[in-house]
């Protein structure tokens, strides 16, 4: 893989140990997360599950949102982890893209693998373009 950002390789590591805590008793389908700022931090989120379903939150966004909470920069890489999903990579949910708009920009670079260590990768430009956006 010729990788957009050299880190990518170990935002995939951190992603793939974040899933197994994942907390997925429902579905079964563990999702890890990882984002990197630009302080450097590389920062974990897993999927949490709950017995209210809609109570549940994707790991990319516990992982956008504790990069928040902990004060580490602008996430500038997400990484996900998880199985496929209809055959193909899983890549963030809207919901997800969403967020990580608003916090990374549309520079940030998403990367997903799945359990085989298949992988892809993509400007946020390219998967959420027409999202609304603040102005930059
Ligand atoms: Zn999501």
Redesign the pocket.
Known sequence: MDWLDDRCPDALTAAREARERAYAPYSGFRMGAAVVTNTGATIPGTLVENVSLGLAM????VALFSAVARGEGQPQILALVAKRTNKQLTF??????QVALELGGLDLIVVVSDTDGDCAQARLAELAARLPHKPR
Do not use: D, K, T, V
């Open positions: 994707c790991a990319e966004r963030p949910c809207g919901a997800c893209l």
